[in-house]
């Protein structure tokens, strides 16, 4: 079982930066290296959507056509611990973010379907004013 823990959201104004970090905890013995890794936003009233995500040898990434160019997503195996660093924020950005980690993701492969994950985190909140 594996608990996924996100920080690192709050309040900022349009073309700033946030970084968001999900911690990974019970994936001991490179287990969190075993999983693919995403970050997805839902805003009020909407479906959840795709973000961004990195493949479980961090070799590959996939970002959503709106944050391409802007999102980054690193990964530190050693800290077990993914990362979504997000620059020109814009306010239709504004959602709560949440990491997911999928456990069955072959290997270079990230999938954007969010029925995919088996794990989610609690989500952080991500407000961009105008």
């Known amino acids: 079982q594996v608990q996924l823990v996100e920080s690192g959201g709050g309040l900022v104004q349009a073309g700033g930066s946030l970084r968001l970090s999900c911690a990974a905890s019970?994936?001991?013995?490179?287990?969190?290296?075993?999983?693919?890794m995403g970050w997805f936003r839902q805003a009020p009233g909407k479906e959840r959507e795709f973000v961004a995500g990195v493949s479980r040898g961090g070799d590959s990434t996939n970002s959503a056509p709106s944050v391409k160019g802007r999102f980054n997503i690193p990964r530190d195996y050693a800290r077990n611990t993914v990362y979504l660093e997000m620059n020109s924020l814009k306010p239709e950005d504004t959602a709560v973010y949440y990491c997911?980690?999928?456990?069955?993701?072959?290997?270079?492969?990230?999938?954007?379907?969010?029925?995919?994950?088996?794990?989610w985190g609690q989500g952080t909140q991500v407000t961009v004013s105008s």
């Open positions: 019970g994936a001991s013995g490179g287990t969190f290296s075993r999983y693919a």
């Open positions: 997911a980690a999928d456990r069955d993701a072959a290997l270079g492969n990230i999938i954007t379907n969010a029925r995919a994950y088996d794990y």
